[in-house]
């Protein structure tokens, strides 16, 4: 045995059946990079960062996430298009196809952890075949410290293999790519994938089912921040909605960007760093996230300036989905440990391309509920193929394809939290205002950081607020650094009668997303929807 306990630590991983020509045990950035670059996965970019393409897949693949119904999951997960059932004994005969793919292989193997609050640790294991991967999850999850490692104990494993090919008519995939979570063995399997994001949120996932139905902890997709007298805002948001530029505040602490768990009066990052995107960064626009992209951390699929080391973060010609992944100490006002107290703001962020949503509005605990389940966002002409006029997105809990459980149970969790803390909640439009996509005109960043300032510093307690008569939503008439005619969204339209139709027709979608959920929805959710007929 060496002197790091490699020897120990192999055994450990023979119990599970993991064996391999040679397996490098928790490199440090350096060597994973050096590896990467001899091994062809990437290259060395001008700011220090490992570029390296992520393959076929550029983004998660939803259709081949699957849990397996055992015991633990089949009374308890929300089953169906979003948790597919996948059969005990074809996972057991796919761990061991996979096994036998790597145990010729040389493999790069890591102990880390989820979950920044100490009491709500769960270790883990993840054996990449690629270095870059392992690069993602010492950057990803949290680092445990050498004399930590020398004992570690994992609780779940993961297992990364982007080279092997699954056979769908032999092992009950759908095509050859695959994650599997199997809460019995604690094994996330990922095959036929180099996209390193089915790491992280296979680990989202499982934190899902097990700390609210498990341990009584509210888990949130979205970013924290912590201010100077100890405030903690959260920050709900689909992709494109301004969530992780509006967290990334140079005023205040970042306590994470992506995911949370809330239980008593504290709020605990799931993670040990970023997953940004990164299409169209610049240094004037995200300064925290531009200058966070250097030695150490990785960039995904992005291509450099021709004759330059340079990324190139307009070019789009591999995906939009651009990433790249860092410790989160290399955002220069990170929280560490990263946990804050109760929060005194929660903001849902929502991107409408209909021009309807007022800028900041304040939610009831119904509506906050509602807009919750709801998770609304609109996507506009160019983000994907096919989409030419907006279209209403709606994810449930701002995370839809990441929850185990049902919807409503999440919702009523923050329903409780909202009690517990007296905390307000906000929607925030960051979309289009002055009329819908290719008529108005996108929100300016600087008046939505206005009001989210305006609202975390106490500025919007006592003025007058108007009632939106179809949403019901309560809309400040005044906001320090804001024009008073921009806080009503009808106020901006030169065509009232079309934002009214529009508005109908918004709210005609929202509750005909919301008919899925009525039947096991509280009442208080259900009056707090739209006053608009379902159409369509």
Same mark, same amino acid.
């Given at each position: 045995?060496?002197?790091?306990?490699?020897?120990?630590?192999?055994?450990?991983?023979?119990?599970?059946?993991?064996?391999?020509?040679?397996?490098?045990?928790?490199?440090?950035?350096?060597?994973?990079?050096?590896?990467?670059?001899?091994?062809?996965?990437?290259?060395?970019?001008?700011?220090?960062?490992?570029?390296?393409?992520?393959?076929?897949?550029?983004?998660?693949?939803?259709?081949?996430?699957?849990?397996?119904?055992?015991?633990?999951?089949?009374?308890?997960?929300?089953?169906?298009?979003?948790?597919?059932?996948?059969?005990?004994?074809?996972?057991?005969?796919?761990?061991?196809?996979?096994?036998?793919?790597?145990?010729?292989?040389? !493999?790069?193997?890591?102990?880390?952890?989820?979950?920044?609050?100490?009491?709500?640790?769960?270790?883990?294991?993840?054996?990449?075949?690629?270095?870059?991967?392992?690069?993602?999850?010492?950057?990803?999850?949290?680092?445990?410290?050498?004399?930590?490692?020398?004992?570690?104990?994992?609780?779940?494993?993961?297992?990364?293999?982007?080279?092997?090919?699954?056979?769908?008519?032999?092992?009950?995939?759908?095509?050859?790519?695959?994650?599997?979570?199997?809460?019995?063995?604690?094994?996330?399997?990922?095959?036929?994938?180099?996209?390193?994001?089915?790491?992280?949120?296979?680990?989202?996932?499982?934190?899902?089912?097990?700390?609210?139905?498990?341990?009584?902890?509210?888990?949130?997709?979205?970013? =924290?921040?912590?201010?100077?007298?100890?405030?903690?805002?959260?920050?709900?948001?689909?992709?494109?909605?301004?969530?992780?530029?509006?967290?990334?505040?140079?005023?205040?602490?970042?306590?994470?960007?992506?995911?949370?768990?809330?239980?008593?009066?504290?709020?605990?990052?799931?993670?040990?760093?970023?997953?940004?995107?990164?299409?169209?960064?610049?240094?004037?626009?995200?300064?925290?996230?531009?200058?966070?992209?250097?030695?150490?951390?990785? !960039?995904?699929?992005?291509?450099?300036?021709?004759?330059?080391?340079?990324?190139?973060?307009?070019?789009?010609?591999?995906?939009?989905?651009?990433?790249?992944?860092?410790?989160?100490?290399?955002?220069?006002?990170?929280?560490?440990?990263?946990?804050?107290?109760?929060?005194?703001?929660?903001?849902?962020?929502?991107?409408?391309?209909?021009?309807?949503?007022?800028?900041?509005?304040?939610?009831?605990?119904?509506?906050?509920?509602?807009?919750?389940?709801?998770?609304?966002?609109?996507?506009?002409?160019?983000?994907?193929?096919?989409?030419?006029?907006?279209?209403?997105?709606?994810?449930?809990?701002?995370?839809?394809?990441?929850?185990?459980?049902?919807?409503?149970?999440?919702?009523?969790?923050?329903?409780?939290?909202?009690?517990?803390?007296?905390?307000?909640?906000?929607?925030?439009?960051?979309?289009?205002?002055?009329?819908?996509?290719?008529?108005?005109?996108?929100?300016?960043?600087?008046?939505?950081?206005?009001?989210?300032?305006?609202?975390?510093?106490?500025?919007?307690?006592?003025?007058?607020?108007?009632?939106?008569?179809?949403?019901?939503?309560?809309?400040?008439?005044?906001?320090?650094?804001?024009?008073?005619?921009?806080?009503?969204?009808?106020?901006?339209?030169?065509?009232?009668?079309?934002?009214?139709?529009?508005?109908? =027709?918004?709210?005609?979608?929202?509750?005909?997303?919301?008919?899925?959920?009525?039947?096991?929805?509280?009442?208080?959710?259900?009056?707090?929807?739209?006053?608009?007929?379902?159409?369509?």
């Amino acid at each position: 045995m060496n002197s790091n306990g490699t020897h120990d630590k192999g055994k450990e991983l023979e119990k599970i059946g993991l064996t391999f020509k040679k397996a490098f045990w928790d490199l440090s950035p350096a060597e994973l990079v050096e590896r990467a670059i001899v091994q062809g996965e990437g290259f060395l970019a001008d700011n220090g960062s490992l570029s390296a393409d992520t393959g076929k897949f550029t983004g998660r693949s939803p259709k081949d996430r699957f849990i397996v119904e055992d015991d633990i999951t089949r009374d308890h997960v929300w089953w169906g298009d979003i948790n597919i059932r996948f059969d005990a004994a074809k996972f057991d005969a796919l761990y061991k196809k996979v096994t036998d793919y790597l145990k010729d292989k040389e !493999v790069y193997v890591r102990d880390s952890y989820a979950c920044a609050l100490p009491e709500y640790q769960l270790n883990l294991r993840v054996i990449t075949e690629s270095a870059y991967q392992n690069i993602f999850a010492n950057n990803l999850f949290l680092r445990p410290t050498a004399a930590e490692r020398a004992t570690w104990n994992p609780e779940w494993h993961i297992v990364a293999a982007p080279g092997f090919q699954a056979n769908p008519n032999i092992d009950g995939t759908r095509q050859g790519n695959f994650a599997i979570i199997n809460f019995t063995r604690k094994i996330l399997l990922i095959g036929g994938t180099g996209y390193t994001g089915e790491i992280k949120k296979g680990i989202f996932s499982v934190l899902n089912f097990v700390l609210p139905h498990m341990r009584g902890v509210f888990p949130m997709h979205c970013s =924290a921040n912590l201010g100077d007298s100890g405030d903690t805002a959260i920050f709900f948001g689909l992709s494109g909605t301004g969530k992780t530029t509006l967290s990334a505040d140079p005023n205040r602490g970042l306590i994470g960007d992506d995911e949370h768990g809330w239980v008593g009066d504290t709020v605990f990052n799931f993670e040990g760093g970023c997953y940004a995107k990164v299409i169209d960064l610049t240094e004037k626009k995200e300064p925290e996230i531009f200058r966070a992209i250097k030695f150490g951390a990785l !960039v995904e699929n992005v291509r450099f300036i021709p004759g330059t080391r340079s990324v190139d973060y307009t070019n789009d010609s591999v995906t939009e989905n651009t990433r790249a992944a860092y410790p989160i100490d290399h955002i220069h006002n990170a929280v560490i440990p990263s946990y804050g107290r109760n929060p005194k703001n929660i903001f849902m962020l929502t991107a409408d391309a209909f021009g309807v949503l007022p800028p900041i509005s304040k939610l009831t605990r119904g509506q906050a509920m509602f807009h919750f389940i709801s998770g609304y966002t609109a996507k506009v002409a160019g983000t994907e193929e096919g989409v030419t006029e907006p279209q209403p997105a709606f994810s449930a809990c701002f995370g839809a394809p990441f929850l185990p459980l049902h919807p409503t149970k999440y919702a009523e969790m923050l329903g409780h939290k909202m009690d517990e803390s007296q905390v307000n909640v906000w929607l925030i439009n960051t979309g289009w205002t002055g009329g819908a996509y290719g008529v108005g005109k996108r929100m300016d960043l600087p008046y939505t950081r206005a009001m989210i300032q305006a609202a975390m510093n106490g500025h919007l307690e006592n003025v007058d607020f108007d009632t939106d008569p179809i949403f019901g939503l309560q809309m400040p008439r005044e906001c320090p650094n804001v024009p008073s005619h921009l806080l009503n969204p009808r106020n901006t339209w030169a065509d009232k009668e079309a934002y009214d139709n529009q508005a109908l =027709a918004l709210a005609a979608r929202f509750n005909k997303n919301f008919a899925k959920y009525a039947d096991i929805a509280s009442e208080e959710m259900k009056q707090a929807a739209p006053k608009a007929a379902v159409v369509g």
